[in-house]
C-alpha cells in the first residue's frame, strides 16, 4: 500500500491561498464487515482512505460526496504540506467561496475500492495469502463502489447527501448512487459522463489495457511480486488517455507543430521531435511513477462495464424512475470521449421520467479535461446550483 | 525483401467480376542512377514494384498515377491469383467502369520508396553491409517520393500525367507532385487529406511509434538481425490507427456494446469480452504479420514531416501559386483525423492561388477509411470530375 502523508499535525502558512481549503489531512477508515460484490465474491473487510473538507452541520444535512474520474484518488482540494506544489485534483471547485463551497458544505472526498492511493485494492495485501492481492483483486462494478461509499456515509453519521457529484467516471457513480439509494441522495451533479461508453471509448481503454499487458514487465500481473513495473505499458496507457481527453483544438493552440529543435532530425532514431510528443512522454512517464497497472486494468473495465440501464430493460428512462433527486447534468463542447450528445441522453431520460433537471453545454476547447480546469461559465452554473442545494440544507 | 507473387502467366477465370481488372501482376522496375535525398543521404540504386491497369494510349496522355497512403502498397486493384480472396485496396474505384476507368486510362500504381512491399526500403538489403537496412535506412520525405516516381514515368514515357491521385498520406503526395513538377501533372486529386497534420494527428503517431519502440522484440530496430518480429507493437500500433481511422458512429452501429458471450466474464484475466475488442486484436495480429515495424516509423515520420508550405513562407497559397494543374479535393464528414476543416484549407488556397479547384464533402458514417469505401455520392462525384480528365486526354 503507497505510504499515506505524515501525519504530525499541519501548520497551515500565510501562503496559501485564502480560497484554499488549506493543509488537509487523510483519514483511513476500516471496515470489518464482509462487502459482498456483485462479481459474487466478498471482501471480509476493507479500508477507504477520506479527506472532508468543511464542517458537518447539526442537522447533518450539508454532506457532499466528490466521486472520482478514472486516475483520481482522495485528494480532490487543498494542500498535503505547507511546500506542496501539487493542489488536489478539483482544488479549481472545492473551497471557501468556490463553486463547491466548503464554509456551506461538508464535502466527503475518497479514493474508491480498488485504488491505488491508499484504499483497499490490487496493491493491498490479501489477507488469505499475505501478499498483495495483484490480480487477484475481485473485479468491481460501480455499485461495489456505491456500497461501500453508503457504508462510509454510515460511519460519519450521515443518512443522506446534499449532493453526490462526480465527473467522468465519477458521474456514473453518482448516477448509480441516485438509483441505488433514492432516499439517500437529494441533488445528483453529472458532469461530462455517460450511461454508457461507446464502442469507440471501450477501443480505446481496450488499447490502453493492452499496452499494459503487452509489456514485459507486467508479468502477466504478478509484477509486485517481481519487483517489477510495467511503466511503458503504463505509459502508454496514459499517453492514449490524454489525447483523448484533450481536444484536438486545444492540442493545436498548446502545441502547434512546434519543434523541440529548431529544425528536423529527420531520422528514426530522433524519436521525439515534436513539443507535443514530449509533453506527452513527460505525462506517460509521471503516471508510470505514481499509478497501479492492476488498478488501472481494473478501473478502465469498471467504466466499460457500466451500463445504467441494463437492469433496468436497457431503458435509461426506467433507471431513472426510481431516482428521487434533483439532477445537474453539465457538457462541454469540445469533449469527444463523453460528447455533449451524450450527456442529453441522461438529460432525455430525465425529462421522460419526470425528473428534475438543470443542463447546460459549455462552450470549451478543453476536451473532457474541461470539467477540471477553470471556466467562467461552467463555475457560474455551477455555483448557482449549489448555492439552491445549499438553501435546501 | 518480401516474396513477389508467382509470376507464371495468369489464367483469367470466368468467375471474377466483369468491373474488374481481373489478374494483375506486379512489375519490377530497377533505377540505378542514384537519388539524392531531402536528407542530405543518396541512395546508389532503388527498386520499385508497380502494378499498371488499363493502355498508355498512342499519345500517351491517359497515364494516372495513384499514390498510397501508410499502410497502401503498388495492389491497388484487381487480384493475384485465380483463388485471390483480396482484392487490390482501392478496386472499388478502380477499374472498368468505375470512376477511375481503366477502359479510359492506364493506372500506375507503385509501392513507395521505404515501403514493405517490394520497394526498396528498411527490409531490402543495404549493398554497403550486405544485410537489410532495418533502422539505417535513409529517413525521407514526401519530395522523395515525388522525385522516385517522376523517374518511373520517365521510364514508362509519360512525359505528363493526366491525374495523380491520392488519399491521406497519398494525397499530400499528389499536392506534392502539383508543385514540385507542375508541368508534369493535369490534375491532382487529393482525397481525405491535409497540407500537415494537426497535433493530435502528430501524438496519435508518436503513441504508435512507441509503442512499436516499447516492444521487447524491436531490439532497438534490430529485429530483422535478431530474427525477431515486434508483433505485440505493430498489433498496438495498427489498434491505434484503426480506431482513429474510423468514426465512433460507425463503431456504434458496427459493434455497439456487444458481448462475445452472453455476459459479463468480468475478470481482470478475461480481457476481450466486447465485439469490438476482438475485432481490434484480430485487425492488430494481422498487420503485425505482414507490415514491417521500421517501415511504419518511417512513414508514420514522414506523415509528421509533410508541411505544404514549409519552404513557401508557411504560406499554401504561396505554395499552390507554383502549382498549373486542375484540383479535385474530397473530404468525408465522419472523418475526424482528416477533417473536413483540413480540406477546406485546402480549397481556401487554392481559390486564393487562382487555381481551378472542384471541391465536395461527402456525408459518411465511416470516418477517414470512407475514402477507400463505396459511397454512392463520392462515387458519383469522382466519376464525374474523373471523366472531365478523360476528355482532355
Known amino acids: 500500500m503507497p505510504e499515506l502523508p505524515d501525519s504530525s499535525p499541519p501548520d497551515i502558512p500565510d501562503s496559501l491561498p485564502l480560497n484554499s481549503v488549506g493543509l488537509v489531512e487523510p483519514q483511513v477508515f476500516e471496515f470489518e464487515e464482509p462487502l459482498e460484490l456483485s462479481c459474487g465474491r466478498s471482501l471480509n473487510a476493507y479500508r477507504l482512505v477520506v479527506e472532508t473538507y468543511g464542517e458537518l452541520n447539526d442537522k447533518k444535512s450539508n454532506a457532499i460526496l466528490i466521486c472520482h474520474a478514472l486516475s483520481g ?5 487543498g494542500y498535503h504540506s505547507a511546500n506542496d506544489t501539487k493542489v488536489g485534483w478539483w482544488d479549481e471547485y472545492i473551497g471557501p467561496g468556490k463553486p463547491i463551497d466548503t464554509t456551506l458544505f461538508y464535502v466527503v472526498s475518497l479514493n474508491n475500492l480498488g485504488g491505488c492511493h491508499g484504499s483497499t485494492g490490487p496493491c493491498s495485501i490479501n489477507p488469505d495469502t499475505d501478499k498483495p492481492w495483484g490480480k487477484d483483486f475481485p473485479p468491481l462494478r460501480i455499485r461495489d463502489w456505491v456500497h461501500s461509499q453508503a457504508r462510509l456515509a454510515d460511519r460519519l453519521g450521515i443518512d443522506q447527501w446534499a449532493a453526490v457529484i462526480g465527473g467522468s467516471l465519477g458521474g456514473m457513480n453518482a448516477m448509480r448512487w441516485s438509483i441505488e439509494y433514492p432516499e439517500r ?9 455517460a450511461t454508457k461508453l461507446t464502442a469507440q471509448n ?24 517481481q519487483d517489477a513495473i510495467p511503466r511503458d ?5 496514459r499517453m492514449i488517455g490524454h489525447v483523448t481527453y484533450l481536444s484536438d483544438e486545444l492540442m493545436g493552440e498548446r502545441f502547434g507543430r512546434e519543434l523541440r529543435s529548431g529544425s528536423f532530425q529527420q531520422g528514426l532514431e530522433a524519436p521525439v521531435e515534436f513539443q507535443v510528443e514530449s ?5 506517460g512517464k509521471r503516471f508510470a511513477e505514481s499509478f497501479d497497472a492492476n488498478t488501472y486494468l481494473l478501473m478502465t473495465k469498471i467504466l466499460d462495464y457500466f451500463d445504467l440501464a441494463r ?20 457538457s462541454f463542447s469540445s469533449d469527444w470521449r463523453f460528447s455533449p450528445a451524450r450527456s442529453r441522453e441522461i438529460v432525455d431520460a430525465l425529462i ?13 476547447t478543453m476536451g473532457h479535461d474541461a470539467f477540471l480546469l477553470p471556466n467562467e461559465r461552467y463555475e457560474s452554473v455551477f455555483r448557482t446550483y449549489m448555492l439552491k442545494v445549499a438553501q435546501e440544507c
Chains 1, 2 share one sequence.
Open 311 to 330: 437492469e433496468y430493460n436497457n431503458d435509461p428512462v426506467e433507471a431513472f424512475g426510481h431516482a428521487q433527486c434533483k439532477f445537474l447534468v453539465v
Open 73 to 77: 484518488d482522495h485528494h480532490a482540494a
Open 233 to 237: 505499458g503504463l505509459a502508454l496507457a
Open 352 to 364: 421522460a421520467a419526470n425528473r428534475d433537471v438543470v443542463y447546460t453545454e459549455v462552450e470549451s
Open 279 to 283: 509533453y506527452l512522454h513527460h505525462q
Open 202 to 225: 471501450i477501443a480505446f481503454n481496450e488499447i490502453a489495457r493492452r499496452a499494459i499487458r503487452s509489456d514485459a514487465q507486467f508479468f502477466d500481473g504478478d509484477f509486485l511480486e
Open 185 to 193: 441522495v437529494r441533488h445528483c451533479a453529472v458532469i461530462a459522463s
